[in-house]
């Protein structure tokens, strides 16, 4: 079966800033995002006090929480939180190698959703580089289970989501959402899905110390009333499942590669999303290593399998 996939790895074309304050932390941080080399992959370079040169690489080996946000590296110690975003933001656009200077410990919420990101790296421009893209291809179903939750990577030619999410709440109800993601798509039905929140929540947040940068500017907000707050409204009729898919595209990308297959959810989160992904990277018959090789006539390509790394970013 041919898919339609890039052959070559990408980086941004230049230097590109972006500054705001943590949705859990309250605190300002200011990110660099650098070019960087081919088989780089997403690196963040905690600069912070006490921290300089530190590195997070973006891998779900890195993981240390999962509440609420995905944490790279130690809580307690050198991390940084709330990746999620950013990364679903290089997954969409399909950026493979850059090199991210933080100097606070939570990457800045902006207004909720992946769309500043998208922006400040079409500002930047992603350059195509030499060396061949590989990707993990899904070769059988592995599922995860946990509750009424579960989770599961199955075949498919190409990269797809298929989400559902189930709230009691009305404003919310039971949303799916299902899509082949590629940039354009992304930019259109996903980047500007924002995060949301429930009113009855916030003082139980705040008293564990999270959300405490969380407000109308950043998140949409559920009243108790169960109508959402904004007066802007919501950017989709259906955001609330849209968002929980642009979570899961950046859970996802902590793979290390870009995966060839389907991930199905049904009331999902972060810490379901990064099991399955453990789950798929713990089985190797459940996946394999291939590259693009194009045929002599025509644009489609077709997937080759191919001998990985000894220390493949995706091995646990």
């Given amino acids: 079966m041919g898919i339609d996939l890039h052959d070559y790895q990408t980086t941004l074309k230049s230097r590109v800033t972006l500054s705001g304050i943590?949705?859990?932390?309250?605190?300002?941080?200011?990110?660099?995002?650098?070019?960087?080399?081919?088989?780089?992959g997403i690196v963040?370079?905690?600069?912070?006090?006490?921290?300089?040169?530190r590195e997070l690489p973006a891998l779900v080996s890195?993981?240390?929480?999962?509440a609420l946000c995905t944490v790279l590296g130690d809580p307690s110690g050198y991390h940084v939180a709330t990746v999620e975003h950013v990364m679903a933001a290089l997954f969409g656009l399909g950026?493979?190698?850059?090199?991210?200077?933080?100097?606070?410990?939570?990457?800045?919420?902006?207004?909720?959703?992946?769309a500043m990101f998208v922006d400040a790296m079409d500002q930047a421009g992603i350059e195509t580089l030499t060396v061949k893209r590989r990707y993990i291809r899904v070769l059988k179903p592995v599922r995860i289970e946990n509750g009424a939750s579960w989770g599961e990577f199955r075949p498919y030619g190409g990269t797809r989501f298929e989400i559902e999410i189930d709230f009691d709440s009305p404003a919310v109800g039971r949303q799916s959402y299902a899509a082949d993601i590629e940039p354009d798509l992304f930019r259109r039905d996903l980047a500007r899905a924002r995060t949301f929140g429930f009113m009855k929540d916030v003082e139980r947040l705040w008293a564990a110390g999270y959300?405490?940068?969380?407000?109308?500017?950043?998140?949409?907000?559920?009243?108790?009333?169960?109508?959402?707050i904004n007066v802007e409204g919501l950017r989709y009729s259906n955001e609330f499942v849209r968002h929980k898919t642009l979570d899961a595209m950046g859970d996802l990308a902590l793979a290390g590669a870009r995966f060839i297959g389907c991930f199905r959810s049904y009331r999902?989160?972060?810490?379901?999303?990064?099991?399955?992904?453990r789950r798929l990277l713990s089985d190797?018959?459940?996946?394999?290593?291939?590259?693009?090789t194009r045929r002599e006539r025509g644009r489609q390509a077709e997937m080759i399998a191919v001998n990985a790394p000894v220390f493949a970013p995706w091995m646990l």
């Fill in 22 to 40: 943590g949705v859990h932390s309250g605190k300002q941080v200011t990110m660099h995002f650098h070019p960087a080399d081919p088989d780089t």
């Fill in 44 to 53: 963040f370079h905690y600069t912070g006090e006490g921290g300089l040169g």
């Fill in 62 to 66: 890195e993981v240390g929480g999962t």
């Fill in 95 to 114: 950026v493979d190698n850059v090199s991210i200077e933080i100097d606070g410990a939570e990457v800045p919420i902006l207004d909720g959703s992946a």
């Fill in 211 to 228: 959300a405490l940068g969380s407000s109308l500017e950043n998140s949409v907000v559920i009243g108790d009333d169960s109508r959402v």
């Fill in 268 to 277: 999902g989160g972060h810490k379901l999303n990064a099991s399955a992904l």
């Fill in 284 to 292: 190797r018959s459940a996946f394999e290593i291939v590259e693009t």
